[in-house]
């Protein structure tokens, strides 16, 4: 059963958004725009280079593999449309516009917690947004509870999930025109690299629960690979960090939020 809920002012007009609750996801609507945050059941996961990964192309940064738990969590469907980023802020910082439904890119770390901090505003709190940690972005990406154990986010063909170096054509392409992984969520191979919460650190072989990453650094996290890397940086285990000053045409974000 789908349950509604359409926020009014202290006038009783009724606000720019709406949200739709099932029992697996979130729809939300804002100024015209719409995004989609899917359940994602808290579970139990290797995290790191494990075995599907394979040894063709390994990172110290994905050693050593440690278990990781993961409370359940909402994260959304596809990555930050244009059209998503332009609805709350008014502009648009991306070097691949074009369509709406691209991901909006060249944004630096600080800029989307801006960005997602304006967005809680506008939906007046109702739903607390976040960029992803580091262990739930690839719990996610590994299907989950429901994970199959690919090399990538949905499969272990690339070009079946990902827009990366050699099919992408030198740009971004429109979110979810892929194959979706387990938990129907797109784009988590390729297309963008997306930011996470965390600073960089290096893995602890430790058993950990709901890991935040280091309390401080120089660099932030950025997971999934893009459409200017090749396959191998597409993996759901592959690491890579830049400083959170810095803005590429390359990178972008996804929202989550705590269950």
């Known amino acids: 059963m789908i349950a509604g809920l359409t926020a009014c002012n202290r006038d009783m007009e009724p606000s720019p958004y709406s949200i739709q609750y099932t029992d697996s996801t979130i729809v939300v609507k804002v100024k015209g725009a719409s995004f989609t945050m899917v359940k994602v059941e808290g579970g139990t996961f290797e995290m790191g280079a494990t075995q599907e990964q394979g040894t063709d192309d390994p990172d110290a940064e994905e050693y050593p593999v440690h278990t990781v738990h993961v409370s359940t969590f909402y994260i959304c469907q596809t990555e930050v449309t244009q059209e998503l980023w332009y609805s709350v802020t008014g502009n648009n910082p991306s ?3 074009g369509d709406k439904r691209r991901p909006v890119d060249c944004v630096k770390w600080d800029m989307c917690q801006e960005f997602i901090a304006a967005l809680n505003e506008q939906l007046e709190h109702r739903l ?7 262990a739930e972005w690839e719990f996610a990406a590994r299907g989950g509870n429901k994970s199959r154990h690919y090399k990538y986010a949905g499969s272990d063909n690339p ?8 099919n992408s054509g030198q740009t971004t392409h429109p979110v979810g025109t892929k194959k979706p992984n387990e938990l129907g969520i797109y784009d988590m191979s390729g297309n963008l690299w997306e930011w996470c919460q965390d600073w960089q650190g290096a893995y602890l072989p430790d058993e950990q629960t709901d890991p935040v990453g280091p309390e401080e ?3 932030r996290v950025m ?3 893009s459409w200017t890397y090749d396959q191998s940086f597409c993996r759901v285990s592959r690491r890579n960090y830049i400083s959170n ?12 939020m705590t269950f």
């Open 128 to 134: 607390e947004l976040r960029m992803p940690t580091e």
């Open 217 to 219: 650094g120089t660099h």
């Open 159 to 166: 070009d079946e999930v990902a827009w990366y170096e050699a």
């Open 223 to 225: 997971r999934g690979g």
């Open 245 to 256: 000053v810095i803005r590429a045409s390359n990178c972008g974000l996804r929202l989550a």
């Open 95 to 97: 070097l691949m516009p």
